[in-house]
């Protein structure tokens, strides 16, 4: 039979030929699905290079001299650290991951809009990540994750493999960028309209702007810091007439939108997670989805709050100050929405549950430091200190990563066809949950106290705080070893999950697990929201009429 | 076969030729929507060096500063004249098209490709005076040459990009890649090439009128 014979009905009756060996379909695939997955075992994978960077940099601040690793190698371990952590961790796996493995099933499509653009997204991704962790064997970089100038114009070689590495995975999250919105704006099931989308797809929806319109601008600035360090360019460095601070700028017009993208799409998981748990009907639906769009918009208006004390003009200052509190209304807004489904639901207690309830939380600690941040008074008092790298590492680790494992306990069955341990998954939560406030709640008072970050050494005074920080960053790395060891363990060991484990109503739950490689035999028509627990699922033309199934684990 | 086993899932059906036209057409709107936003991620590039290049005007003391010449406008607004000239054409070459009228398609497409070339070689001739006559360069001329080259080096390797495409896309109608109805690549590549010609306006505006 030719390939031509199964294409009725446009795109939607579109299927590629599912391609044989073991390569085309594992290695270099065109299957959404698998991409999404070679994303996630990447990220993974640079995860744990990353986070054995950032034990290293406990380690060191056991002891107020440090003696661990000496002061320059300090620098560079940070520096790749935070690198790693924001290009090759949390975008890659929320939104070429996550991404790419749900959001076609969701609209109910057979692929992305260009599949092929999708292989050569996902391939930059770890040629760049490789790049950037060799930039140890030159020298890496020493001016933290923000490489300003002049410092950044003054280090070793590896500088400008960073710059190199960073703009790869840049071209990467623009085109993945690119491919979203078209997927999302063409290609959703019939019936399917924007108001009937899973809050997943919204989140997607509003991040995807920011990685194809941010993303280009932290190129633009990448590219003059390679230009000025290889040719000598004069674009910041001020004794040849260029301006440091200009940099800044650039360099904070992507990377403060940037800050949405690596929270945006968990918020969409979370708006998925805690209804399905809750089994209530998401509380304003329509809100959280316009509120990520409002924070995703605002998001380009405020990347100035950074600078402050960088010699802002006073009368800039005000409106960055005033436009940063207005986005705290659309966070709110989610987290009072999530808040309201959880008020009287029939709440199940799984492991995705409580990293998504334990994200809910420590997330909103992390917003409410950040508003306080975005005062100019308190922020001139802070800037460069232990608070800063409490505020976003509350966002980051208590908000993206916690979100990032709710959707892995949750979503792990629809990827593999096993669920993921249980006992294992309430050790990993608890274990980190503790080791998280641990290591990271002592940096707000360190801050407060005067600590400044990037430091290798500290006055005796701040030991103890700094001790409990360290130790407490031992019991995360276990709670994220067992996490490890339960996905290993569950893909050989785990319980069949079978089509719907958690009962779940979005369409990606009314397939089976794993999904065929065409998604789904009909593309089903779609008659209304995926959140009404008491109605029937809103489809018609499923292949197979999956009936919800009960909680497969947990729940009191 | 994979694609068998689902026969009777409803995925085969007879083809026929209104169907696999259909194909063509959503994928076509597609292609457009995707390139559109390419060259909205493009533009976001001119636009953060335009801003770095009037941030760092606006805060050094003059302009042009001290020490170099105005830019010469004459020239480069002949040369403007030239690229909005191969703007015009372009635009025939594709109308032309769709109204099946092959000869002056060809005609106006050689005419673009030869303006678009006399365009660079135009912006050579400007570098060339430059660098040669009044000593100013990429990297030794402060925020002005650094500026300067970079904007305009970036849109004359887009130019010069654009050439190159515009010959492969001709080459590949003689050949008879498109058809009447189907030609997306040439809708793609006059997108881009008006795409050009538009950072041309903002360049121009941004170096050497104010």
Known sequence: ?556 | MAVASVSHGGLVSDAHHGEVDQLYVETRELRLQGFMLFLVSDLVLFSSFIFAYLYMRSSGQGWPPPGINRLDVAFAAVNSVILFGSGATMHYALENWKHGNFGKYSGFMVATIILGALFLGGQAYEYTNLIVHDHVTWGGSGIFGASFFTLTGMHGFHVTVGVIYLTILLLQSIHGTYTKEKFFGLTAGTLYWHFVDVIWVALFSIFYLI
């Open chain 1, 1 to 556: 039979m030719s390939v031509a014979e199964v294409h009725p009905g446009g795109i939607a009756g579109h299927i590629h030929p599912e391609p044989q060996g073991f390569v085309r379909r594992y290695i270099f695939s065109i299957d959404h699905k698998i991409i999404g997955i070679q994303y996630l075992i990447t990220g993974f994978v640079f995860f744990i290079l990353a986070g054995l960077l950032a034990e290293v940099i406990r380690t060191q601040l056991l002891h107020a001299n440090g003696g661990f690793v000496s002061n320059d190698t300090y620098n560079e371990v940070y520096s790749v650290h935070g690198s790693a952590m924001v290009w090759l961790v949390i975008i890659p796996l929320i939104t070429g991951g996550f991404g790419n493995v749900l959001m076609p099933l969701m609209i109910g499509a057979r692929d992305v809009a260009f599949p092929w653009l999708n292989l050569l997204s996902f391939w930059i991704f770890p040629v760049a990540g490789l790049m950037l962790f060799s930039s140890f064997l030159m020298g890496a970089p020493v001016a933290g994750w923000t490489e300003y100038p002049p410092m950044s114009l003054q280090s070793g070689p590896g500088t400008s493999m960073w710059c190199a590495a960073i703009f790869l995975v840049g071209v990467s999250s623009t085109l993945t960028g690119i491919n979203f919105v078209v997927t999302m704006f063409k290609m959703r099931a019939p019936g399917m309209t924007f108001t009937r989308m899973p809050l997943f797809c919204w989140a997607q929806l509003a991040t995807a702007p920011l990685l194809m319109i941010a993303t280009t601008a932290l190129a633009a600035a990448l590219a003059a810091l390679f230009m000025e360090r290889q040719f000598g360019v004069p674009f910041f460095d001020p004794t040849k007439g260029g301006s440091p601070v200009m940099w800044q700028h650039m360099f904070w017009f992507y990377s403060h939108p940037a800050v949405y993208i690596m929270i945006l799409p968990v918020f969409g998981m979370i708006s998925e997670i805690i209804p399905t748990f809750a089994r209530k009907p998401i509380f304003g639906y329509k809100m959280i989805a316009f509120s990520s769009m409002a924070i995703a918009l605002a998001g380009f208006m405020v990347w100035a709050h950074h600078m402050f004390t960088s010699g802002l003009a006073p009368y800039l200052q005000l409106p960055f100050m005033i436009l940063t509190f207005t986005i705290a209304i659309p966070t709110g807004v989610k987290i009072f929405s999530w808040t309201a489904t959880l008020w009287g639901g029939k709440i199940h207690y799984t492991t995705s549950m409580l990293f998504a309830v334990g994200f809910v939380a420590l997330f909103t600690l992390g917003g409410i430091t950040g508003v306080l941040l975005a005062a100019v008074p308190f922020d001139l008092h802070v800037h460069g200190t232990y608070f800063i790298v409490a505020h976003f590492h509350y966002v980051l680790v208590g908000g993206s990563l916690m979100g990032l494992f709710a959707g892995m306990y949750f979503w792990f069955p629809k990827m593999s066809g096993r669920l993921l341990n249980e006992t294992l998954g309430k050790w990993h939560f608890w274990l980190f949950f503790f080791g998280f406030n641990g290591t990271f709640l002592p940096q707000h008072w360190l801050g407060m106290l005067g600590m400044p970050r990037r430091v290798p050494i500290y006055d005796p005074q701040f030991q103890f705080w700094n001790d409990v920080s360290s130790i407490s960053s031992y019991v995360m790395a276990v709670a994220i070893l067992i996490f490890f060891v339960n996905v290993l363990y569950s893909l050989r060991n785990g319980k069949k999950a079978g089509a719907n484990p958690w009962g779940a109503r979005t369409l990606e739950w009314q397939i089976p697990s794993p999904p065929h490689y065409y998604n789904f035999k009909n593309i089903p028509t779609v008659y209304g929201l995926p959140y009404d627990f008491s109605q029937p699922l809103p489809y018609k033309g499923l292949d197979e009429e999956l009936t919800d199934s009960p909680i497969a684990v947990g729940g009191h």
